[in-house]
């Protein structure tokens, strides 16, 4: 199944991976090139990066909704980050499950999917962006107006991305994490 995922993750984004071209990773327990020695130049990393890029897309519309809602009302710092927490999961699960209901999964089976495949991911990114936001001196505290507010907010999602590829090459290498929605597309 890991090696079905792998091959049907290269079709999906188009980056021709022939399967005659992974068949010789069949014999090497389909390491290689999730250990960064294979053929591909590092593609798992490339691979891990559109995927948190992927998540990324979910958990960023949910997070700038979430600190919008929550700083246009004047909620406490701690509503506010829990708002976006739940819309950033919300967002992040959502746009998995688009991608495996288009495929013809019925909707139990998808959510199923979007769970497997973007919880550790998105909780690893949650804890960074939230964590930046709260730890940068005002920046929860900024308004709307305010380039503190948006500068920390896209500098809390930037890093939250840099963090989270090598949690998804990790998974992915595993048969985890996306690897799981690439299987149903």
Same mark, same amino acid.
């Given at each position: 199944? %890991?090696?079905?995922? /792998?091959?049907?993750?290269?079709? %999906?984004?188009?980056? +021709?991976? /022939?399967?005659?071209?992974?068949?010789?990773?069949?014999? #090497?327990?389909?390491?290689? *090139?999730? %250990?960064?020695?294979? +053929? /591909?130049?590092?593609?798992?990393?490339?691979?891990?990066?559109?995927?948190?890029?992927?998540?990324?897309?979910?958990?960023?519309?949910?997070?700038?909704?979430?600190?919008?809602?929550?700083?246009?009302?004047?909620? /406490? &710092?701690?509503?506010?980050?829990?708002?976006?927490?739940?819309?950033?999961?919300?967002?992040?699960?959502?746009?998995?499950?688009?991608?495996?209901?288009?495929?013809?999964?019925?909707?139990?089976?998808?959510?199923?999917?979007?769970?497997?495949?973007?919880?550790?991911?998105?909780?690893?990114?949650?804890?960074?962006? &939230?964590?930046?936001?709260?730890?940068?001196?005002?920046?929860? *505290?900024?308004?709307?107006?305010?380039?503190?507010?948006?500068?920390?907010?896209?500098?809390?999602?930037?890093?939250?991305?840099?963090?989270?590829?090598?949690? &998804?090459?990790?998974?992915?290498?595993?048969?985890?994490?996306?690897?799981?929605?690439?299987? #149903? #597309?």
């Amino acid at each position: 199944m %890991e090696h079905s995922a /792998h091959t049907g993750q290269h079709a %999906e984004h188009g980056q +021709h991976g /022939h399967p005659a071209e992974h068949g010789h990773q069949a014999g #090497h327990g389909h390491r290689a *090139d999730h %250990e960064g020695h294979g +053929h /591909h130049g590092g593609g798992s990393w490339r691979t891990a990066a559109q995927a948190t890029l992927h998540c990324l897309t979910g958990c960023a519309v949910g997070e700038v909704l979430g600190q919008v809602i929550g700083v246009g009302l004047g909620l /406490h &710092n701690g509503a506010t980050v829990a708002l976006s927490i739940a819309l950033a999961f919300v967002f992040g699960y959502a746009l998995t499950m688009r991608g495996v209901l288009r495929a013809g999964l019925p909707f139990r089976d998808a959510l199923k999917v979007a769970l497997a495949a973007d919880t550790v991911s998105i909780l690893v990114m949650e804890l960074i962006d &939230n964590g930046v936001m709260v730890a940068v001196p005002g920046a929860m *505290d900024a308004g709307l107006g305010q380039l503190l507010f948006w500068v920390s907010l896209a500098g809390s999602l930037a890093l939250a991305f840099v963090v989270t590829v090598p949690v &998804n090459r990790w998974l992915i290498g595993r048969g985890r994490g996306h690897a799981v929605v690439h299987a #149903h #597309h």
